[in-house]
């Protein structure tokens, strides 16, 4: 029986698309710290969470290399669509809000994430447990933590187990075709990590005194990564005040120095264009405003997006790709009137 972290050749077949078209999706997309990825053991990527498939998107596309994720177990129930997302190598984990007895069915998940980092497969699970469309980070699950002490338990005597933190960093949450940048940061060692504190302690540390140690590194890190702000009650102030100077690596992106009137101007004489790529690609847009009118949280918005345009910009590739592209970036720039006007 096949498992999910072996070669798939249909999988392969549309990888290299799904990764290229993501990519097209951002006006200025960047990935940063790809030296920081070990190449001597076992990877479990963890990014933050703040969209919906598309961070997971982000993690896929970093290297060449096949992994595997997680999502929530709820969404498995299915039968059809639990075989789709296991092709799409996801596997489901309970969660702590689905009631302590449904987390301990999570024995299996877990053994399966071993046998995958095993295999040298890299893993990645999003350790906040749910998304917040926020330069912030929710306190991290325990999950992460006992899938890399199980798996250095097993192997960690014949390669490291990493935890490696990842920040993503949307320059719109609900909209495609902004910025993305992609952080890696310095990995954690975790077979390192593990007997450095057991080397420091008076006495033999227990299992959850590891993780609490580990939770609070990772913390730390991933933190590093992000555009962070501490604290909700001044949160509109502090991010204003991040995005107005952005630390490295978020002010890699050059800014156009063009005047703004000009930009209008600009738009103003393409207003013919705008209306024959308006026209050409209406059928798309109409029929994703309408999905868009459907979808309750708006940190869906650009994960359904992506996936509509996916499917429907290579049926019509020649035809309206081209046209997609200019109405994207003309919605763009009125977005960023209307904010500059706020």
């Known amino acids: 029986m096949a498992r999910i972290q072996d070669k798939d050749k249909v999988y392969e077949f549309f990888r290299p698309f799904v990764d290229w078209m993501f990519r097209q999706s951002y006006r200025r997309f960047q990935y940063v710290g790809r030296e920081n990825i070990p190449t001597d053991g076992a990877i479990i990527f963890a990014p933050n969470h703040t969209n919906a498939l598309c961070d997971a998107l982000c993690i896929l596309g970093i290297d060449g290399r096949r992994k595997v994720f997680v999502a929530r177990?709820?969404?498995?129930?299915?039968?059809?669509?639990?075989?789709?997302?296991?092709?799409?190598?996801?596997?489901p984990i309970n969660r702590v809000r689905d009631g302590l007895d449904?987390?301990?069915?999570?024995?299996?998940?877990?053994?399966?994430?071993?046998?995958?980092?095993?295999?040298d497969v890299p893993f990645c699970i999003l350790p906040e447990g749910t998304h917040r469309p926020k330069h912030s980070l929710l306190p991290l699950s325990k999950g992460i933590f006992r899938i890399a002490l199980r798996a250095n338990e097993k192997f960690g005597d014949q390669k490291?187990?990493?935890?490696?933190?990842?920040?993503l960093e949307y320059g719109d949450y609900f909209h495609l075709w902004d910025s993305l940048t992609?952080?890696?940061?310095?990995?954690?060692?975790?077979?390192?990590?593990?007997?450095?504190?057991?080397?420091?302690?008076?006495?033999?540390l227990t299992q959850p005194q590891i993780i609490n140690?580990?939770?609070?590194?990772?913390?730390?890190?991933?933190?590093?990564?992000i555009m962070w702000v501490p604290d909700d009650e001044h949160y509109e102030e502090n991010i204003q005040k991040l995005q107005?100077?952005?630390?490295?690596?978020?002010?890699?992106?050059?800014?156009?120095?063009?005047?703004?009137?000009?930009?209008?101007?600009?738009?103003?004489?393409?207003?013919?264009?705008?209306?024959?790529?308006?026209?050409?690609?209406?059928?798309?847009?109409?029929?994703?405003f309408i999905i868009r009118g459907k979808i309750k949280d708006p940190a869906f918005h650009n994960s359904v997006q992506y996936l509509?345009?996916?499917?429907?910009?290579?049926?019509?590739f020649f035809i309206q790709a081209p046209f997609w592209m200019f109405f994207q970036e003309y919605l763009y720039q009125v977005r960023k009137f209307r904010r500059a006007k706020e």
């Open 244 to 288: 107005e100077n952005p630390p490295a690596p978020f002010d890699k992106f050059k800014k156009h120095r063009i005047p703004r009137w000009v930009l209008l101007i600009g738009l103003i004489l393409l207003s013919p264009i705008f209306v024959i790529c308006a026209a050409v690609t209406l059928p798309i847009w109409l029929i994703w």
């Open 73 to 91: 177990a709820d969404i498995f129930k299915n039968p059809k669509r639990a075989k789709l997302l296991n092709f799409f190598k996801i596997m």
């Open 160 to 167: 490291p187990v990493y935890i490696v933190p990842v920040g």
């Open 308 to 316: 509509w345009q996916l499917i429907c910009i290579p049926l019509l």
């Open 213 to 225: 140690a580990l939770r609070d590194e990772l913390t730390l890190r991933m933190r590093e990564q």
């Open 182 to 204: 992609v952080n890696i940061g310095k990995p954690i060692n975790v077979t390192q990590f593990v007997e450095d504190i057991q080397a420091k302690a008076t006495e033999e």
């Open 102 to 119: 449904e987390v301990r069915k999570n024995d299996e998940t877990l053994d399966k994430a071993v046998e995958v980092l095993n295999d």
